[in-house]
Nanobody
Framework: QVQLVESGGGLVQAGGSLRLSCAAS????????MGWFRQAPGNQREFVAA????????YYADSVKGRFTISRDNAKNTVYLQMNSLKPEDTAVYSC????????????????????WGQGTRVTVSS
């Protein structure tokens, strides 16, 4: 079992920044890949970013590339999502997820590859 708790969401103006955190517990954090996904009202959940076990490999959706940065601190069992130059279309509930079954050298952008999910944190970007 893995427990994931997100924090850091809130209301920000367009062009602003937020840093999301996801604290993990229950298994050896450094042994699995992590991802961030988001779901806007009326939309399906979509991939945002992912990171392998070491942080040496990162992956981004085209819509956030160059603006968002995913990172992890294995000593703190935490993964981060730094979001800069936020746009109104970034408004969504952001959830972190853990992939404990597919190996950790890479990280997947596919929702069904992830085994555990956090409850989500809401990000609202005003124009």
């Amino acid at each position: 079992q893995v427990q994931l708790v997100e924090s850091g969401g809130g209301l920000v103006q367009a062009g602003g920044s937020l840093r999301l955190s996801c604290a993990a517990s229950g298994r050896t954090f450094s042994r699995y890949a992590m991802g961030w996904f988001r779901q806007a009202p009326g939309n399906q959940r979509e991939f945002v970013a992912a990171i392998n076990w070491s942080g040496g490999r990162t992956y981004y959706a085209d819509s956030v590339k160059g603006r968002f940065t995913i990172s992890r601190d294995n000593a703190k069992n935490t993964v981060y999502l730094q979001m800069n130059s936020l746009k109104p279309e970034d408004t969504a509930v952001y959830s972190c997820a853990a992939d404990i079954t597919n190996g950790s050298y890479h990280a997947s952008s596919l929702e069904y590859d992830y085994d555990y999910w956090g409850q989500g944190t809401r990000v609202t970007v005003s124009s």
